[in-house]
């Protein structure tokens, strides 16, 4: 009777090694679950029921048809779920649950499990297969749960759950770059179906060994569109590429693990390929300076003119192959039909552009008139001529400059002078009064130093008549220059000890010339004539006690603060003939005075000294920080006061018309509201370095006070924390190069970003930048948006024209205008990197643009 129960269970252990060893060979040789099983989240939560019929989220679709938990083919394969959690209406309820990741066959669904973990949140943590104690897990009502699960067949497994405020967007397209060149980063453009939540991070994540190593890039968001560099690369490199979004910021490695949701072009990852850019070649050269000049023969003339070669100009020495020459003619005709030129020597690099120059002038030793231009040439390449000062030789816009050469240069004269500062003034005998005056010679003067064989004098008289006939006349030193102008000053005061009252005016001669006179007005003065260029006047006496004229309380008339924050306040007074000096006037004092009642401030005690800020028109402007004065909430009021030389104290007030003395109706106290402080959080702020050129990037915004902080990198990503009370900022960055307002370097409007008040981040606070210089853009300049996907916004003050170049430097776009402001369109361009040419004048400027 045993014998053939013993055959039988022999042929069934058998049958079933069989299929095990079938299961084996088809999944684990691959180190993967078998999918036909797939993978089931039974737990409390769906009362253990496996597999989960009664809750798809908790299942696979291979067990249980319409199953949500799927697996998902990417750089690490893993099987994904999503849920929502609430009291009502959503797949679970919050609360804390013991369940199990299993895999099994339909004869026993719990055959393979893996357990023993408590979830954190947002955290990669390991399953042990076979683990002793279920799993538990805290979920909370509101929220959006993601899990995903490494699959690395039956073994020990990563999984990790991911909790958003809403249910993460789909990344619903991702750009394909065509014509990539060496070395150029790459943008990319997604967009997502919705306004992603702020616990969405989007990352880019890319390999170029297929997949063997792969690095991350932060995706920078702005409502449902975003973007993300790719550093440029060599020649022949392929690149893959897919786009995903994670809750945890910060990734540098399982990024396919960690994805809320990710878009690989259907698990084939998209495609790019670094060809070989065309040759290059020069695509602009100009006559840069000067545009015309006069010397005497056989002096020097220095001529400069510049070369742009895309990736090839710019370096600190001069481009291998690149060639340059200044030639002159006695004919304004096209320079290819000279025959005169100068080779010109590398002056070191300009921008982008590599500058040179020669001197032409020991040349020409017979007096005229010559025009002269710039010849370049590369390797082989043909001939370019440069203009002044745009580009290319065209005998319209871009010219020849002009040279007149005499035996003896003739003496120049003054084309204008004036008194410049002041038009009048009160002092006591033998008190300093320095006294302006200007001069200017066209091309002569508003050099570092003085014009050669100017001098200039102030002098003085008691009675108003030319300055011609004074004889009182002191020697003016050279104050620097001013535009274009020199300027002289001498102390006046110092030799006037009599009272009484005196008239002055100033004085200049160019080597031994005639004397020209400068006269005082309130447009800038001119040639003295009595009339519309007057001498100045001067009251010398003993007692000088004026009253204060006028006084207010400035700025500002209200705000509210938390205890102990800086609030300053600004305050204006009015002395006839003694305030407005870059000087604060002698004698002068200043409060700022607070009270817990609106009442007269001649009646409050508590007054903080102001400090001189800086003259406003005829008026010297104090401030004080009265902030620090408050340590308890509440309503404060806030007045100015004034006292000179120990006369009377006055009272300012505000008003929307200016202000003046305080009298409680027009002119009143400002009114200041003191609150607990309120909770900070840290808000992380990165700026991406495309360009891969910056060192030195620092932050700044309204929550600085727009004072610059240094960030820090880290493989030209730059980073900086900020502890920040709730609210909206305005934000930027700069690159600090030596310049007062450092190389701005974002592109369009000031980004802004939101701080919850419970601590939810929104807006901006990643930004990826590919402003490489400022080169010579004045100031309040914008080229926006970049990268651009339709039209391009340009304002430029002093704009003269602009070319648009392919990468290969042909010109597809060429204009002449006058209007600072264009608006280009852009729609009908093919996906790529372009570059931006912008003419002010005589000087230029490249951009490098992205259209997407």
């Known amino acids: 009777m045993k014998h053939p129960l013993h055959s039988g269970f022999k042929f069934i252990s058998f049958f079933f090694l069989l299929i095990s060893l079938q299961v084996f060979l088809s999944s684990g040789s691959k180190a993967q679950i078998y999918e036909p099983e797939g993978l089931n989240m039974p737990g409390a939560w769906n009362a253990w029921t496996n597999p989960p019929t009664n809750n798809l989220a908790l299942a696979n679709p291979n067990q249980v048809p319409g199953g949500r938990l799927v697996k998902v083919v990417c750089d690490q394969l893993h099987w994904q779920t999503r849920f929502s959690v609430n009291t009502s209406g959503a797949d679970l309820i919050g609360g804390t649950y013991n369940w199990l990741f299993t895999s099994g066959p339909a004869t026993n669904y719990y055959q393979n499990k893996w357990a023993s973990v408590t ?24 929220k959006w749960y993601t899990v995903n699960w490494e699959d690395l067949g039956y073994q020990d497994a990563r999984a990790i759950f991911m909790e958003t405020s809403a249910e993460p967007v789909a990344i619903s397209s991702v750009s394909v ?25 989007f990352y880019l994540i890319y390999t170029t060994d297929n997949w063997v190593t792969s690095q991350g890039v932060p995706v920078t968001m702005t409502g449902t569109s975003g973007t993300a560099t790719i550093p440029g690369l060599p020649t022949s490199t392929g690149v893959y590429y897919y786009v995903m979004s994670s809750g945890l910021t910060g990734l540098t490695d399982d990024y396919g693990l960690c994805a809320l949701q990710l878009n690989n072009n259907a698990g084939i990852n998209y495609y790019y390929a670094i060809g070989t850019p065309p040759p290059p070649t020069i695509t602009w050269a100009n006559l840069q300076w000067p545009g015309s000049g006069e010397i005497e023969t056989g002096g020097a003339y220095n001529v400069y003119g510049q070369a742009y070669i895309l990736g090839v100009t710019g370096q600190a020495t001069p481009a291998p192959g690149l060639q340059a020459w200044v030639g002159y003619s006695t004919a304004d005709t096209d320079p290819a039909t000279w025959t005169d030129w100068v080779v010109a020597t590398h002056n070191g690099p300009s921008g982008s552009n590599d500058e040179f120059m020669a001197d032409i002038g020991v040349l020409l030793t017979t007096p005229g008139t010559y025009y002269y231009a710039t010849r370049f040439k590369y390797n082989d390449d043909p001939y370019v001529y440069g203009g002044f000062s745009g580009g290319f030789w065209d005998g319209t816009t871009n010219v020849s400059g002009v040279l007149t050469v005499y035996d003896v240069l003739p003496d120049p004269d003054f084309d204008w002078i004036n008194l410049q500062y002041p038009g009048s003034a009160t002092i006591v005998p033998g ?112 007692n000088i006690n004026p009253l204060i004229d006028w006084a207010n309380l400035q700025y500002p008339d209200s705000g509210v ?78 007045a100015s006061r004034f006292r000179y030389n120990d006369g009377d104290f006055v009272y300012g007030g505000f008003s929307e018309t200016g202000g003046g003395f305080w009298n409680g109706t ?143 430097g042909r010109v597809i776009r060429s204009e002449q205008t006058t209007n600072p402001t264009q608006l280009i369109d852009l729609s009908d361009y093919m996906s790529g990197l372009y570059q931006l040419e912008i003419r002010m004048g005589n000087q230029t400027c490249h951009q490098k643009i992205v259209k997407y």
């Open 431 to 542: 008190e300093n009064l320095d006294v302006y005056a200007q001069a200017y010679i066209d091309g002569v003067t508003g050099q570092p130093e003085p014009a050669p064989g100017v001098e200039s004098w102030i002098g003085y008289s008691t009675s108003n008549t030319d300055p011609a006939a004074w004889t009182n006349w002191f020697p003016a030193t050279f104050n620097g220059p001013s535009g274009n102008n020199d300027e002289y000053v001498a102390n006046l005061g110092q030799y006037l000890i009599d009272e009484g009252t005196y008239y002055y005016a100033s004085r200049f001669r160019l080597n031994t010339g005639e004397f020209f006179y400068g006269g005082y007005s309130e447009t800038g003065g001119g040639p003295w004539d009595g009339t519309a260029n007057v001498s100045g006047v001067l009251t010398v006496q003993t």
């Open 177 to 201: 770059p065509s014509n990539v060149f060496e070395n150029v980063p790459v943008v990319i453009n997604i967009t997502t179906t919705a306004a992603p939540s702020a616990e969405e991070h």
């Open 666 to 808: 027009e002119n009143v106290s400002g009114v200041l509201e003191i609150t607990e402080p309120q909770p900070t959080f840290p808000v992380l702020f990165t700026i991406i370095d495309a360009t891969e050129l910056h060192d030195a990037i620092k932050l700044k915004g309204e929550m600085t006070a727009w004072d610059t902080i240094a960030m820090n990198p880290d493989n030209h990503t730059w980073t900086q924390t900020l502890d920040m009370v709730p609210g909206t900022y305005e934000w930027g960055a700069i690159e600090d190069d030596g310049t007062p307002d450092g190389l701005w370097l974002i592109e369009g409007s000031n980004l802004v970003m939101t701080l919850g008040e419970d601590g939810t981040i929104s807006g901006i606070v990643t930004y990826t930048t590919l402003v490489t210089s400022s080169n010579i853009l004045p100031v309040g300049s914008e080229i926006y948006p970049n990268p651009v996907k339709d039209v391009l916004n340009i304002y430029v003050p002093g704009l003269t024209g602009f070319r648009i170049m392919d990468m290969k």
């Open 561 to 638: 603060i938390v205890v102990g924050q800086t609030y300053d306040v600004y305050a204006q007074v009015w002395i006839e003939g003694v305030t407005g000096q870059p000087e604060p006037a002698p004698g002068l004092e200043a409060w700022i005075g607070y009270s817990d009642t609106d009442s007269n401030p001649d009646t409050w005690t508590d007054w903080v000294p102001a400090s001189f800020n800086a003259p406003s028109g005829n008026n010297d402007e104090f401030f004080a920080n009265i902030g620090p004065e408050f340590t308890q909430t509440g309503t404060w009021y806030y």
């Open 119 to 142: 979830v954190a949140m947002n955290t990669l943590q390991t399953y042990t297969k076979e683990g002793g104690s279920d799993n538990t897990a805290t979920l909370v009502d509101g």
